[in-house]
């Protein structure tokens, strides 16, 4: 388990925003509190005390941020197992993330006052209530933040089981996320459709990039990125996919995305069957960790 370990960097994203929300109370709609049911069936809700709009900037670079994480790298330890030789470029771009984020921040905080005013004045008819729930602009300051790290994961002898069980499950937890990527892609691009443009093939190269990358993580993940290649090389240099060609795609994506055959058109399935040449899971039963999903 060291010799993989060794060959990762671990990135680990800190990355906290501001709703400009507060929590609606009865006196805010000049409710009777003895009437209201208890909070453990019901709450009120929230007041957006600042204009949304203003703040989705800081949404969007953090998405930003954790998509360039995902196209490389997995899910581990908090943050994402990304290979070694790729921890450079991707931290440099995260910096520059950071960098962004940072002067967006400070752009907002010194437009604060003025944006709320214009927020209230925006909404006479809630004024008063939004004016209760105003928070000043250093408790913005202090919510709204953006770090990054990176660091190495090293065993310690006889206190690495645990470490040892969790790094073991990564090329389960990588081809999981291969599998919600090629589903996704042939929702969006492929499904019920007789051509594709070239555009189409943009997910499934992020899949044999992020494949490549990581491919020290188990044989199987080699063997699989050797296929996608394979298909990719027969394709046309130019012009729209289609016919045998899209055919030979979609059964690489139903290997990817572990897709039943019966996604297929009837008059495809023996074509699209002849490409799929691998098994599509490990031999043994995967157990997912329950901390996958969030």
């Known amino acids: 388990m060291n010799e993989i370990l060794s060959k990762l960097v671990v990135v680990s994203l800190s990355i906290s925003l501001w709703t400009g929300r507060k929590k609606l109370s009865p006196e805010d709609l000049g409710l009777d509190f003895s009437k209201l049911p208890p909070e453990k069936l019901a709450t009120l809700g929230s007041k957006k ?4 709009e203003k703040l989705a ?13 995902e196209a490389v790298g997995v899910r581990f330890l908090g943050g994402y197992a990304i290979p070694e030789d790729k921890a450079d470029e991707v931290m440099k771009i995260l910096d520059g993330v950071r960098d962004e984020f940072e ?11 003025r944006s709320l005013r214009e927020w209230i004045d925006a909404n006479p008819e809630w004024a008063a209530i939004i004016e209760k729930g105003v928070e000043p602009a250093s408790t913005a ?29 990564l090329s389960e937890r990588l081809i999981y996320e291969i599998n919600q990527q090629a589903r996704q892609a042939w929702e969006e691009s492929y499904k019920g459709r007789p051509s594709v443009t070239r555009k189409a093939l943009r997910p499934i190269k992020s899949m044999l990039e992020k494949l490549r990358g990581l491919e020290f993580l188990s044989p199987y993940l080699l063997t699989l990125a050797v296929q996608v290649e394979e298909v990719l090389a027969t394709l046309p240099k130019s012009g729209p996919i289609e016919g045998r060609n899209l055919t030979s795609l979609i059964g690489i ?21 002849e490409t799929i040449l691998i098994e599509t899971r490990p031999a043994e039963p995967v157990s997912l960790p329950s901390e996958w999903f969030f």
């Open 49 to 52: 005390i600042c204009d949304p």
């Open 57 to 69: 900037v800081f949404s969007a670079l953090k998405r930003r941020a954790e998509r360039q994480c």
């Open 103 to 113: 002067k967006e921040k400070q752009e907002f905080l010194s437009e604060y006052d």
């Open 141 to 169: 300051a202090r919510r709204l933040g953006f770090a990054v790290q990176a660091f190495k994961v090293k065993n310690i002898d006889g206190l690495d089981k645990g470490l040892n069980e969790h790094a073991s499950t």
């Open 253 to 273: 994506l139903h290997v990817l995305g572990d897709l039943p055959l019966d996604e297929v058109p009837a008059e495809e399935e023996d074509e699209v069957a």
